[in-house]
């Protein structure tokens, strides 16, 4: 889902933009004039504007220069009339991203070109963070006796160019093993790129992985190189390997043997030296055996496997990768002065974290939001609103129940505050939807409300 801005003076086109955006899950405002559409962007972020070219009040090249320095990493596709591609060219010039011809040809040819918009939107946030981080690179470990066979594994792989398979729970820092091993191996000079395989549509995801010819679908306008082969040389992470399709399982699986592809439309053969990383929380012997998961391409990925143990196995780590947690949190909450109580450093020592190190961390992300002017951070601070002991509870595991007792309540809590909207309860409580589901799995809670 992407927050889009639609700048359309004639109400007919306006409205169909919107609704046909609206049903493709993104969150739409619109303007019917250049001036007011540039209200808005100041008063809001958006991850995309959709522009008219020609609009009262302001047109859409003057919107676009206006925009273009306050807020770059915006992502703007311009509306063409019919004989005013030139225009489009010059707005391109000017940052935009792409353009549509009026009328737009297809609903499939406006949502997928939005899409592309809002992923290199994501792209560029991600980029900017990485690069924020980079100095300071989190450790694997702070010591804990379990991951030091993780650690001595990784470096002893990163010195080969064998393919690594990151297995284990949703948040155990997959990525920042990835990182690691980027880091420790010869190929530390040259590009790290990542992509999560379930945050995309196939077609997407195959024009991200290999690019695409100009023409190659309805939108592709120009060339463009796909990430594979732009990590030429350096470390290719696939997160979330096991939801590819099995279309994307047998393409990939070429580009692994022959080390080949073609891009999409294409029939140039490129060429790439690649390190290959794949990282997942599903069962992919079992996926092999039901016939959902290709078994070379298992093969292809599992040369050199490593199990990342999940946080709540790691109880030398726990408080040491909190605190450095909440220097990250302290600093993108503009709090210099954040600390944990001894009640909240009990409390991390003992809760489950099953959504292990990113549940941590918003666990400590709404602690510093409601911490005091002092900004010591209480146990109370750390469970509002999550998984967790209730507010006013000063030993994590009371007389008012166990942990499981605790966190059962604060689901149904949230289930019920949210009409049973799995998804929005799993944002509440600091999960991933799918651990939320075996967590009502494992309570025996009727999976009946809506998702």
Same mark, same amino acid.
């Given at each position: 889902m992407a927050r889009v801005l639609v700048a359309e003076d004639e109400v007919g086109i306006r409205e169909f933009l919107v609704e046909a955006l609206e049903l493709a899950d993104h969150q739409v405002d619109s303007a019917a004039r250049g001036d007011d559409a540039l209200v808005k962007l100041r008063r809001s972020t958006y991850d995309v504007l959709l522009t008219d070219i020609t609009m009262p009040g302001l047109d859409g090249m003057s919107l676009? &220069?206006?925009?273009?320095?306050?807020q770059p990493e915006l992502q703007v596709v311009v509306l063409t009339a019919h004989g005013t591609v030139e225009m489009a060219v010059d707005a391109?010039?000017?940052?935009?991203?792409?353009?549509?011809?009026? *009328?737009?040809?297809?609903?499939?040819?406006?949502?997928l070109v939005i899409e592309r918009a809002a992923e290199r939107k994501r792209?560029?946030?991600?980029?900017?963070?990485?690069? &924020?981080?980079?100095g300071d690179p989190p450790p694997l470990t702070y010591g804990d006796p379990l991951m030091k066979p993780v650690v001595a594994a990784l470096k002893k792989v990163a010195a080969t160019s064998a393919t690594v398979l990151l297995l284990g729970e949703s948040g155990t820092g997959k990525e920042v093993a990835a990182r690691a091993l980027h880091r420790w191996s010869d190929r530390a000079a040259k590009p790290f790129v990542a992509i999560n395989c379930a945050a995309l549509s196939e077609t997407l995801l195959m024009s991200e992985l290999f690019g695409h010819e100009k023409g190659a679908f309805t939108g592709a306008h120009t060339r463009r190189r796909g990430r594979i082969e732009l990590a030429d040389g350096g470390t290719f992470f696939l997160d979330e390997v096991g939801e590819l399709s099995s279309d994307a399982q047998a393409k990939l699986l070429r580009v692994l043997e022959e080390r080949a592809f073609e891009r999409v439309g294409g029939h140039q053969t490129i060429t790439v030296d690649v390190r290959w990383?794949?990282?997942?929380?599903?069962?992919?012997?079992?996926?092999?055996?039901?016939?959902?998961?290709?078994?070379?391409?298992?093969?292809?990925?599992?040369?050199? *496997?490593?199990?990342? *143990?999940?946080?709540?196995? &790691?109880?030398?780590?726990?408080? *040491?990768?909190?605190?450095?947690?909440?220097?990250?949190?302290?600093g993108d909450l503009s709090r210099p002065r954040l600390s944990l109580s001894p009640d909240?450093?009990?409390?991390?020592?003992?809760?489950?974290?099953?959504?292990?190190?990113?549940?941590?961390r918003n666990a400590l992300e709404r602690g510093a939001i409601l911490a005091g002017p002092d900004g010591v951070i209480s146990a109370a601070d750390l469970s509002f609103g999550s998984a967790t002991p209730a507010r006013g509870t000063a030993d994590p595991v009371g007389a008012t129940g166990t942990l499981?007792?605790?966190?059962?309540?604060?689901?149904?809590?949230?289930?019920?505050?949210?009409?049973?909207?799995? &998804?929005?309860?799993?944002?509440?409580?600091?999960?991933g939807v799918r651990t939320l589901y075996d967590k009502l799995k494992r309570y025996g809670v009727s999976d009946t409300a809506e998702s």
């Open positions: 676009l &220069r206006a925009i273009r320095d306050e391109m010039k000017l940052g935009a991203s792409d353009y549509l011809q009026k *009328p737009v040809g297809s609903l499939d040819e406006l949502r792209l560029l946030v991600a980029e900017d963070r990485a690069t &924020r981080q980079a990383v794949g990282a997942t929380n599903r069962d992919l012997n079992a996926m092999v055996s039901e016939g959902t998961f290709r078994g070379d391409l298992f093969h292809r990925l599992a040369v050199f *496997p490593v199990r990342l *143990p999940a946080l709540r196995e &790691r109880h030398h780590d726990l408080l *040491p990768l909190a605190e450095h947690l909440l220097v990250r949190v302290a909240a450093a009990r409390f991390i020592g003992s809760a489950p974290w099953e959504g292990n190190i990113r549940e941590l499981a007792d605790m966190e059962r309540d604060a689901i149904l809590r949230t289930l019920a505050a949210v009409d049973g909207n799995r &998804r929005l309860a799993a944002e509440q409580l600091g999960i």
